[in-house]
């Protein structure tokens, strides 16, 4: 527990009564002194007054501030701040390597966990061009159906679209397209324009859903018309 003699010629100075002031004040108020020989007042406060300074690095300087119950808001520290600029000063520049130290610990969990995130996803599937991720509704379809209208599933090699939703284990009617020839949405656009067909598949050889085409959902509505709008 840390303890000083507190003057009444201190208390008055500052007209402050609060112990934890004068604790921080008599133990910065040499480094204080130091600042305030190579920088200026306006100076110091300007730095302080910056907004990017963290709100963690201005929640440090919580004891300048009059504020005796909660937590004190910004302006009230940057207030603190101004009345007094070098005992803030050398507190942020004495806790600033700790802080510091804290936030790489914290940005470096956050890579991490982008990494791994991105590893699950590549795992999971390719990022191919033009799908659109999963709707929640559509993804629980995908629960109870072997093949989801819609749903771009991948093999390794292939793309198959089914044409309809159905339970049906067996086979239904696919898009299926060569994953070097696929430009997207448009190239099944092309196909239906041209009159071409779906072909049969078989639910093993569908692959793993990777996305979502919403424009040929309502690809149904043509099927056995020849597939022309």
Same mark, same amino acid.
């Given at each position: 527990?840390?303890?000083?003699?507190?003057?009444?010629?201190?208390?008055?100075?500052?007209?402050?009564?609060?112990?934890?002031?004068?604790?921080?004040?008599?133990?910065?108020?040499?480094?204080?002194?130091?600042?305030?020989?190579?920088? +200026?007042?306006?100076? =110091?406060?300007?730095?302080?007054?910056? %907004?990017?300074?963290?709100?963690?690095?201005?929640?440090?300087?919580?004891?300048?501030?009059?504020?005796?119950?909660?937590?004190?808001?910004?302006?009230?520290?940057?207030?603190? #701040?101004?009345?007094?600029?070098?005992?803030?000063?050398?507190?942020? *520049?004495?806790?600033?390597?700790?802080? !510091? %130290?804290?936030?790489?610990?914290?940005?470096?969990?956050?890579?991490?966990?982008?990494?791994?995130?991105? !590893?699950?996803?590549?795992?999971?599937?390719?990022?191919? %061009?033009?799908?659109?991720?999963?709707?929640?509704?559509?993804?629980?379809?995908?629960? +109870?159906?072997?093949? $989801?209208?819609?749903?771009?599933?991948?093999?390794?090699?292939?793309? +198959?679209?089914?044409? %309809?939703?159905?339970?049906?284990?067996? $086979? #239904?009617?696919?898009?299926?397209?060569?994953? +070097?020839?696929?430009?997207?949405?448009?190239?099944? =656009?092309?196909? $239906?324009?041209?009159?071409?067909?779906? $072909?049969?598949?078989?639910?093993?050889?569908?692959? *793993?859903?990777?996305?979502?085409? *919403?424009?040929?959902?309502?690809?149904?509505?043509?099927?056995?018309?020849?597939?022309?709008?």
């Amino acid at each position: 527990m840390k303890s000083a003699i507190i003057m009444s010629s201190q208390l008055h100075q500052h007209n402050r009564w609060d112990v934890g002031f004068h604790l921080l004040y008599d133990e910065y108020a040499d480094r204080a002194q130091a600042l305030s020989a190579v920088l +200026s007042e306006e100076a =110091a406060v300007a730095l302080l007054s910056d %907004e990017t300074v963290p709100a963690e690095a201005l929640a440090l300087l919580a004891p300048l501030t009059r504020v005796t119950q909660g937590t004190p808001k910004r302006e009230q520290l940057l207030s603190a #701040a101004r009345a007094y600029p070098f005992i803030a000063l050398a507190l942020l *520049k004495d806790k600033a390597p700790a802080l !510091l %130290e804290r936030r790489q610990a914290q940005a470096q969990r956050a890579l991490e966990r982008i990494a791994q995130t991105r !590893l699950t996803l590549e795992e999971a599937g390719p990022t191919i %061009e033009g799908l659109l991720p999963i709707p929640f509704d559509v993804r629980n379809l995908l629960a +109870s159906n072997h093949f $989801v209208g819609a749903v771009v599933y991948f093999d390794g090699q292939t793309l +198959s679209i089914p044409v %309809e939703t159905s339970k049906t284990a067996y $086979v #239904a009617d696919c898009w299926v397209v060569e994953l +070097s020839d696929w430009t997207g949405a448009d190239y099944v =656009a092309a196909r $239906v324009d041209e009159g071409e067909v779906p $072909v049969p598949r078989r639910c093993e050889d569908l692959g *793993k859903p990777v996305g979502f085409l *919403k424009d040929l959902a309502d690809h149904t509505s043509n099927y056995g018309m020849g597939w022309r709008r």
